[in-house]
């Protein structure tokens, strides 16, 4: 039989913890620092964020298990997105591949496939990103170098070959040509054989933290959404389990965010498509299910779980409350994660092997639903086949070693974790209502408001390493005078010259005719109204390439120049 409780019992418990932790403090903690100080100054996070000495239960005395923290699979998601979380599934095990011609991607594709990888990833060389083909005078000297090259559908369906796309799940980390990408993906698809219904993946499709941190952008940002909107109606129509954008803080994080920062404007981006897409006249839970989120692993443990947990409640609030959302699906929140790039360093490239194990062990316990691990070696050049697969290894040895992966959000409870979460939850509204105050994301990007404070925050975080009061081993503490040496990828002269004769050869050998009917085509819908996913995929199965679809968007919608910020 349950006892009822007083009314005023749980305050009267915070406040006798209080009154004792303050007892301690006066009578343990200030003495024994008068005797040994501190051995530091700066106890703050990675993002500069104060670290209290000691969490306890009045640290969290507003919480409420079943408002607060829930159970998995159920509103608010703090606990993770599906009730069974690693024990049905474990997370999916993707390292991102792309270098050279499509024949040397392909290789490396099978190559992790072989090794125990579950999903691929896909990196496209600068020129794709940028809407240029191979042999454009921007392209010299880039063609495959950070990332496969890919300039027709050609290209991509020998990315794909011996690749059924029907049983492998595929990111495709691509922004301003998303829809191109995502067109020839489709049409490699259905040259298998496949059922759009049936495959799945996700493309990245997220412009506005290209404004915001990466800056590969080609059109201005409204015409810009009108093509993300149009993907939206398109895939949720006939592609209903593709992820349609992968609304990325990684590459913000990359800039040099903080995490809450990092937070905040990744969950804003998100609520950004969601008004774009209602206001194009979208149902919100025919579209909002098939977003998902990619999220940075950066060096502080404690501080990337509560970032990740915090993410998921703040989404399905506003989903739920701001929006309107009637389907749970549109308020789970699922996100992929990659080890921070930008926390690898030249200096003792083994060291790099424990950050990202650290950091992927973060992102486990987070509750990701697929991860990347970087190779030790990508602050070099892109990774060799011995790196990659220590790098993968290293999920594969979490999953099946560690056990962490046999229990649910292990960390729920813990006063700290739960007051990091918290402060992270609180920090975000804060600059949603910011962001809401220029009138949306578009307009904070226009006016360089997350940009300014990535700036500043990124000068903050130098200049506590310039003073040593956070310490990098092997950069400004440990540093060892001798270089440590370690084999590294070099892409071959030869894959220009490849690239440029199947380029020329795939031009020879197409219906001109055909090239041109799609390209009007395309050209008139984007003068109207109309859905631009259907013509570009027209123009891709007719073997335009992706500077000839670009070109004639950049004629309708122009180019953006970003406006010089001081």
Same mark, same amino acid.
């Given at each position: 039989m349950?006892?009822?409780?007083?009314?005023?019992?749980?305050?009267?418990?915070h406040?006798?913890?209080?009154?004792?932790?303050?007892?301690w403090?006066?009578?343990s903690?200030?003495?024994?620092?008068?005797?040994?100080?501190?051995?530091?100054k700066d106890?703050?996070?990675v993002s500069?964020?104060d670290v209290?000495i000691l969490?306890?239960?009045?640290s969290?005395?507003?919480?409420?298990?079943?408002?607060d923290?829930?159970?998995?699979?159920?509103?608010?998601?703090?606990r993770g997105?599906?009730?069974?979380?690693?024990?049905g599934?474990?997370?999916t095990m993707?390292?991102?591949?792309?270098f050279g011609?499509a024949?040397d991607?392909n290789?490396?594709?099978?190559?992790?496939?072989?090794?125990?990888?579950t999903g691929?990833?896909?990196?496209?060389?600068?020129p794709?990103l940028y809407?240029?083909?191979?042999?454009?005078?921007f392209?010299?000297g880039?063609v495959?170098r950070?990332?496969?090259?890919?300039?027709?559908? &050609?290209?991509?369906?020998?990315?794909?070959e011996?690749?059924?796309l029907?049983?492998?799940?595929?990111?495709?980390t691509i922004n301003s040509?998303?829809?191109?990408?995502f067109?020839m =993906?489709?049409a490699?698809a259905e040259?298998?054989?496949?059922? =759009?219904?049936?495959?799945s993946g996700?493309?990245?499709?997220d412009i506005?933290k290209?404004y915001?941190?990466?800056?590969?952008?080609? =059109?201005?940002p409204?015409?810009?959404?009108?093509l993300?909107?149009?993907?939206? &109606?398109?895939a949720a129509?006939?592609v209903p389990?593709?992820?349609?954008i992968?609304i990325?803080?990684?590459h913000?994080?990359?800039a040099?965010?903080?995490?809450?920062?990092?937070?905040?404007?990744?969950l804003r981006?998100?609520?950004e498509?969601v008004? =774009?897409?209602?206001?194009a006249g979208?149902?919100v839970?025919a579209?909002?299910?098939?977003?998902?989120f990619f999220?940075?692993?950066?060096?502080?443990?404690?501080?990337?779980?509560g970032k990740y947990?915090a993410a998921?409640?703040?989404?399905?609030?506003?989903m739920?409350?701001?929006y309107?959302a009637?389907h749970?699906?549109?308020?789970?929140?699922?996100?992929?994660?990659?080890?921070a790039?930008c926390?690898?360093t &030249?200096?003792q490239?083994?060291n790099?092997?424990?950050?990202?194990?650290?950091?992927a062990?973060?992102?486990?316990?987070?509750g990701?639903q697929s991860l990347h691990t970087?190779?030790?070696?990508?602050?070099?050049?892109?990774p060799?086949e011995?790196a !990659?697969?220590?790098?993968l290894?290293t999920?594969?040895?979490?999953?099946h070693?560690?056990?962490?992966?046999?229990?649910?959000d292990p960390?729920?409870g813990?006063y700290?974790?739960e007051?990091?979460?918290?402060?992270m939850?609180?920090?975000t509204?804060?600059?949603f209502?910011?962001?809401?105050?220029?009138?949306g994301?578009?307009e904070?990007?226009?006016?360089?408001?997350?940009q300014?404070?990535i700036?500043e925050?990124?000068?903050?975080y130098?200049?506590?390493?310039?003073r040593?009061?956070?310490?990098?081993?092997?950069v400004?503490?440990?540093?060892?005078k001798?270089?440590?040496?370690?084999p590294?990828l070099?892409?071959?002269?030869r894959?220009?010259?490849?690239?440029?004769?199947?380029?020329n050869?795939?031009?020879?050998e197409?219906?001109g &005719?055909? !090239?041109?009917?799609?390209?009007d085509e395309?050209r008139?819908?984007?003068?109207?109204a109309?859905?631009l996913?259907?013509?570009?995929?027209a123009?891709?199965?007719?073997y335009?390439?992706?500077q000839?679809?670009?070109? !004639?968007?950049r004629?309708?919608?122009?180019t953006y120049?970003?406006?010089?910020?001081?």
């Amino acid at each position: 039989m349950d006892i009822p409780k007083k009314p005023d019992q749980k305050k009267d418990d915070h406040q006798e913890i209080s009154e004792a932790r303050n007892r301690w403090t006066a009578e343990s903690l200030e003495p024994t620092f008068e005797q040994r100080p501190p051995w530091k100054k700066d106890f703050t996070t990675v993002s500069g964020m104060d670290v209290p000495i000691l969490a306890t239960p009045d640290s969290v005395s507003h919480l409420d298990y079943l408002q607060d923290l829930g159970f998995p699979g159920h509103f608010p998601f703090t606990r993770g997105p599906y009730p069974t979380m690693y024990r049905g599934k474990l997370w999916t095990m993707r390292q991102f591949a792309g270098f050279g011609t499509a024949r040397d991607t392909n290789e490396r594709f099978h190559y992790l496939l072989k090794h125990g990888q579950t999903g691929l990833s896909v990196a496209f060389h600068l020129p794709t990103l940028y809407g240029y083909d191979s042999d454009d005078e921007f392209s010299r000297g880039e063609v495959g170098r950070c990332g496969v090259a890919i300039d027709t559908l &050609a290209d991509m369906e020998t990315l794909f070959e011996g690749i059924d796309l029907e049983r492998v799940t595929t990111s495709m980390t691509i922004n301003s040509t998303a829809p191109i990408a995502f067109a020839m =993906y489709l049409a490699v698809a259905e040259k298998q054989g496949a059922d =759009y219904t049936r495959i799945s993946g996700t493309i990245q499709n997220d412009i506005l933290k290209e404004y915001i941190a990466q800056k590969e952008f080609i =059109y201005p940002p409204r015409p810009s959404m009108r093509l993300i909107t149009d993907v939206f &109606a398109f895939a949720a129509e006939r592609v209903p389990k593709f992820n349609t954008i992968s609304i990325s803080g990684y590459h913000i994080r990359e800039a040099g965010s903080t995490a809450l920062q990092e937070l905040a404007f990744t969950l804003r981006d998100g609520m950004e498509y969601v008004e =774009y897409g209602v206001r194009a006249g979208l149902d919100v839970d025919a579209f909002a299910p098939r977003l998902s989120f990619f999220f940075n692993a950066h060096n502080d443990f404690f501080e990337e779980i509560g970032k990740y947990r915090a993410a998921r409640r703040i989404w399905a609030r506003v989903m739920k409350e701001r929006y309107g959302a009637r389907h749970p699906d549109s308020w789970r929140l699922r996100f992929h994660t990659q080890t921070a790039g930008c926390s690898l360093t &030249a200096q003792q490239p083994y060291n790099n092997v424990v950050r990202v194990a650290i950091q992927a062990l973060a992102g486990v316990l987070g509750g990701t639903q697929s991860l990347h691990t970087n190779s030790m070696d990508e602050t070099f050049a892109l990774p060799t086949e011995d790196a !990659v697969t220590i790098a993968l290894r290293t999920q594969q040895i979490i999953a099946h070693e560690t056990g962490v992966a046999h229990t649910i959000d292990p960390l729920a409870g813990s006063y700290f974790v739960e007051t990091l979460t918290n402060r992270m939850e609180e920090g975000t509204f804060d600059y949603f209502d910011k962001i809401d105050a220029y009138g949306g994301m578009v307009e904070a990007v226009e006016a360089a408001f997350p940009q300014r404070e990535i700036w500043e925050a990124a000068y903050r975080y130098q200049q506590s390493l310039d003073r040593n009061e956070k310490l990098i081993v092997g950069v400004n503490a440990y540093q060892m005078k001798e270089e440590q040496n370690i084999p590294t990828l070099v892409i071959e002269e030869r894959v220009e010259r490849e690239q440029l004769e199947s380029l020329n050869r795939v031009r020879r050998e197409r219906n001109g &005719a055909e !090239v041109t009917r799609c390209l009007d085509e395309l050209r008139r819908a984007a003068e109207g109204a109309d859905n631009l996913m259907p013509p570009i995929l027209a123009c891709v199965k007719c073997y335009c390439t992706v500077q000839e679809i670009s070109d !004639v968007l950049r004629d309708i919608f122009g180019t953006y120049m970003e406006p010089a910020i001081f």
